[in-house]
């Protein structure tokens, strides 16, 4: 017997009959007639709405990254399903974890890789977590701060988007968000943003304290699912509450001013390259100067305090000044 007929013969509530299920909602199968006809003319007519269907598609190849190739080789009716089946069983975030596991697996970077003891999304997302923090290259060890480690914790100050993303992979903090660096900026340039890494379970605490003039000079924990914590609860030992509290005592400047002025040009340029949906770019124009471009690039951007406002699907990439492949990253620390 395959695996996967022994996956069909031990979950059999994983194999849905649509029709046993509207049966045994009525007390007479003339009714469940009746219901199987109306359904059955209400879905041919979502599924021949074509517009409907190549919505679906593009969400399924731009957020669910799906093979273009093996989306447009199905029918309606299976994207329809296919997109039911992501969305109700799975949800972006659970199918993107598991392609990510996936992904590290097959490239042998994750230690506990019996398949069979994961009962939990949780459970998977520190085992990635803990693998995607082994990955880290020296390229990226150089993007970030590094205020205190041991065998256990690492504690840095992400200075470049690249490396938010990196060192915050697997959470659900806004400053990670693939292709939407607004929240990055936003928080580099307002104040200190600090990650904590747990280099033995996975887990991840970020913290924060605010320098802007435009907010309240408050300081606030995040666990990995983005939700708001007490100090208390991070689980942060008393040596790394330390650090972080002379971090928000005495440093008196932004994670995004700690970087010189070349170094933050640079890494506006690398985003507005690499980071922002591609689908959504405007065509070259001819070559400008560079002190045009890095002046675009800041009215663009926002100011401080004002980059949560732009519309994500609002943006577009006003000039391309040079030619960057996505794997070269900015060097922001020597």
């Given amino acids: 017997m395959s695996r996967l007929n022994e996956l069909k013969r031990d979950n059999p509530s994983l194999i849905l009959n649509v029709i046993e299920i509207i049966n045994s909602l009525f007390n007479k199968s003339k009714y469940t007639e009746l219901s199987v006809n109306l359904i059955k ?6 599924i021949n709405n074509y517009d409907r269907a190549d919505n679906l598609k593009l969400e399924l190849i731009h957020e669910f990254k799906l093979d273009e190739d093996f989306i447009n080789s199905k029918s309606n009716e299976e994207i329809i399903n296919i997109h039911w089946c992501l969305v109700d069983y799975f949800g972006y975030y659970n199918f993107e974890l ?9 490239r042998n970077l994750i230690i506990n890789n019996d398949l069979t ?7 998977l997302e520190l085992e990635v977590s803990l693998a995607e923090l082994k990955s880290v290259t020296k390229d990226l060890e150089k993007q970030t701060i590094k205020l205190y480690e041991n065998d256990e914790w690492l504690v840095i100050k992400p200075m470049s988007f690249l490396a938010s993303k990196k060192y915050g992979a697997t959470t659900r903090w806004c400053t990670t968000m693939e292709h939407n660096p607004d929240y990055y900026l936003k928080y580099s340039r307002n104040g200190i943003l600090i990650y904590c890494l747990n280099k033995k379970t996975g887990d991840k605490v970020a913290a924060y304290k605010s320098l802007s003039t435009h907010e309240n000079r408050e300081t606030s924990f995040w666990d990995m699912s983005d939700i708001r914590i007490d100090s208390i609860e991070s689980g942060l030992p008393n040596e790394i509450m330390e650090v972080i509290k002379n971090e928000f005592t005495n440093v008196k400047k932004t994670n995004w001013d700690l970087l010189s002025e070349d170094d933050a040009n640079n890494q506006l340029l690398w985003i507005q390259q690499n980071s922002y949906d591609k689908e959504f770019r405007e065509p070259e124009p001819i070559a400008v100067r560079i002190d045009e471009y890095i002046e675009e690039i800041n009215e663009y951007v926002g100011e401080p305090d004002e980059l949560s406002f732009a519309p994500r699907r609002a943006r577009f990439i006003p000039f391309r000044p040079h030619e960057t492949s996505n794997d070269e990253v900015p060097t922001i620390r020597s």
Avoid at 41 to 46: E, V
Avoid at 99 to 104: M, Q, V
Avoid at 117 to 123: A, D, G, H, I, S
């Fill in 41 to 46: 003319n209400y879905r041919d007519n979502r």
């Fill in 98 to 106: 598991i392609k990510k596991f996936e992904e590290l697996n097959e």
């Fill in 117 to 123: 003891k994961f009962k939990t999304f949780e459970e």
